[in-house]
């Protein structure tokens, strides 16, 4: 087969190479075949004209049919097989041809012929039964139901509802998707089995029955990871088609929903309570709401959908799942502990997200606010008209409805509502001063920053250090580099920074400060042009030659600018490799201006000396 491909490279015409293919289609179909022999064929495939596409795409198709035949042969053999794992080999080669025959189609619609009913449930049959725990399968069905169930493909004799049934029902399903996260990194099945069920949701509903609703909640974490966006986009389909009925009302979520859902059906509907805002706050972790507060998605939106994960994104909860639940549990006739709602950092989630880019989650934040303010009016407890007063600041602070509020303006509530629960400590008094000042919040100026800044009271240090977290927590996006440019921000840390009433743990404070500013590539541009900032980096180098914590510090701030102006990807290496990278792609880049690389340039050889 070798020699015949290599005379058909060099003499062949398209319809010679095709006809050869349909000669040896049904041996590669057979599990004996030399995984070299499907190497040769997908490559004479690649080697065909790009003219001839739907011809190329049918005959694509028909080598698709074949391989699922091998890997059903190939499958049925564990029976009769003691050691079924030198088979894996075999089997993972055969998926990733498949992959790479897919990778060769050009049309989704003519890929499969009606030959293949019967092959094509054999396929998922077997597959299913013998590999449910390969996660390179649970990836390659889900590509191929995309194909064999497309709208122009012929009916299939296993039907999607069909499908989906086979799929929950398996006997390794639960255990599948109920792996919890070991603490590095969620299981790789349970975030294909996941996806294998969003597509096939989205393709039919028909399958999709209310009994499965508490074992999706049940696997579910409420976090920002690409598997429970995945899961809270298959919820809302249940929702939207009626099977998420107000008896499931308010969600809860994890292992203790679980637990929850099977009470429900033992006891009964007259024996089992509604859960409620108890229930709900049970179930947050402070620290996780704390990071989903500093770390909110303000580029969102409401409706549930599969964006990109960010970083550690385990660790922080989605406002698509929680605004709503706020929202559902904080209707009038609820029972709300408002201090608890406050403590749990809940209110300074829903404070975050005014500062959202979308306008339903803004409104969404504004509508949970309203709820929780009629339950405050009525609540006892020792802080409750501070926090009232907070909140009529913040309402006569904006003049237009569904006003966008500043990221900092936002932390700086959602901070500041916990300082009022804590008058013990010292930045107590000067929040309060700060919001007596004036009957509404000005959200164009960033609050208390000069005075806290060059304070001159004897804690100054705590002063100036709260100032600046909340200026680097604040930060992210353009809007928010403008507020922070109208206010001399960026100048009065530069010039700070050398100063000698500046600390270490103050210039750590804005290095993390210019490093968040380099992030964005408006910002890093005006630093470069407006704030003379490569070259207060070289003043920098010269100065503190020898110290390799603050030269550090300088070469991951360069390598994030310059990653930020290229608007490349940011590896992750020693010093030196970075210094050299940069050295490399200043000389070749066409991107930023001669001059601007030049001065890069100079910064990198400046570092290079001092660090000998």
């Known amino acids: 087969m070798e020699l015949v491909a290599r005379l058909l490279r060099l003499n062949a015409n398209a319809s010679q190479t095709r006809n050869f293919l349909d000669l040896v289609m049904e041996i590669l179909s057979s599990p004996e075949t030399p995984l070299r022999r499907w190497q040769v064929a997908l490559d004479l495939l690649k080697d065909l004209p790009d003219q001839d596409k739907e011809e190329n795409d049918i005959l694509c198709g028909r080598f698709l049919v074949a391989s699922w035949k091998g890997l059903t042969a190939l499958w049925k053999k564990k029976k009769d097989v003691a050691g079924t794992l030198c088979l894996r080999e075999n089997e993972n080669c055969l998926l990733e041809n498949m992959q790479k025959l897919l990778e060769n189609i050009s049309s989704k619609e003519i890929v499969v012929g009606k030959d293949s ?182 580029s969102r939106s409401l409706k549930p959908q599969v964006c990109e994960a960010p970083q550690a994104a385990g660790e922080m909860y989605d406002p698509c799942f929680f605004l709503p639940l706020f929202a559902s549990v904080l209707t009038p006739e609820c029972v709300v502990d408002c201090r608890r709602f406050v403590e749990s950092h809940c209110l300074g989630f829903v404070l975050a997200g005014l500062a959202s880019n979308d306008a339903d989650m803004r409104a969404a934040s504004c509508h949970v606010l309203s709820l929780f303010y009629q339950h405050l009016e009525g609540a006892r407890f020792a802080e409750k008209r501070q926090l009232l007063y907070l909140l009529q600041c913040l309402q006569n602070g904006i003049h237009r409805p569904n006003l966008q509020v500043p990221n900092i303006v936002t932390l700086f509530l959602a901070r500041t509502i916990q300082l009022l629960l804590q008058p013990d400590e010292h930045m107590y008094p000067l929040v309060c001063r700060y919001l007596l000042v004036r009957p509404d919040l000005d959200l164009k100026a960033i609050p208390e920053f000069h005075i806290m800044f060059f304070s001159t009271s004897m804690e100054y240090k705590t002063e100036r250090s709260w100032i600046l977290t909340l200026l680097v927590d604040g930060l992210r996006d353009k809007q928010d580099f403008q507020l922070y440019q109208n206010k001399s921000v960026f100048s009065i840390a530069l010039t700070f920074y050398e100063s000698p009433i500046s600390d270490e743990h103050s210039k750590a404070l ?92 100079l910064v990198c050889s400046s570092i290079f000396e001092s660090l000998g």
């Not at 180098?541 to 020898?546: N, P």
């Not at 600018?561 to 050299?580: C, E, K, N, P, Q």
């Open 117 to 298: 009913k019967s092959a094509w449930a054999k396929f998922v049959k077997t597959g299913l039964r013998y590999n449910m725990e390969n996660s390179l399968f649970l990836r390659m069905l889900r590509r191929l139901t995309e194909i064999v169930y497309a709208a122009n493909a012929p009916d299939q004799s296993l039907t999607l509802p069909t499908l989906y049934q086979m799929i929950w029902s398996h006997s390794h399903f639960l255990s599948i998707i109920m792996a919890r996260p070991d603490g590095k990194a969620e299981a790789a099945e349970k975030g294909d089995l996941v996806e294998l069920l969003f597509q096939l949701v989205t393709m039919d509903t028909t399958g999709c029955t209310n009994q499965h609703i508490p074992v999706l909640l049940g696997v579910y974490d409420a976090t920002l990871s690409k598997t429970d966006q995945t899961l809270l986009c298959i919820l809302h389909v249940y929702e939207e088609k009626g099977f998420a009925t107000a008896e499931f009302m308010p969600w809860l979520w994890g292992v203790s929903s679980v637990e929850h859902y099977q009470m429900r059906k033992n006891f009964g509907p007259s024996l089992w309570q509604q859960p409620g805002m108890e229930d709900v706050l049970k179930l947050v972790e402070k620290d996780k709401m704390h990071q989903s507060v500093l770390n909110f998605p303000v």
């Open 510 to 601: 804005v290095m993390s400060l210019l490093q968040k500013a380099c992030c964005i590539k408006e910002a890093a541009e005006s630093l470069c042009q407006k704030h003379g900032l490569l070259s207060w980096l070289h003043a920098l180098v010269i100065r503190r030659k020898g110290e390799a914590g603050i030269l550090s510090q300088i070469i991951q701030l360069l390598h994030c600018l310059w990653s930020t102006l290229l608007g490349t990807a940011r590896s992750i290496s020693s010093d030196r490799d970075v210094l050299s990278e940069i050295q490399t792609t200043a000389q070749t880049q066409t991107t930023v201006t001669p001059q601007l690389a030049q001065e890069v340039l």
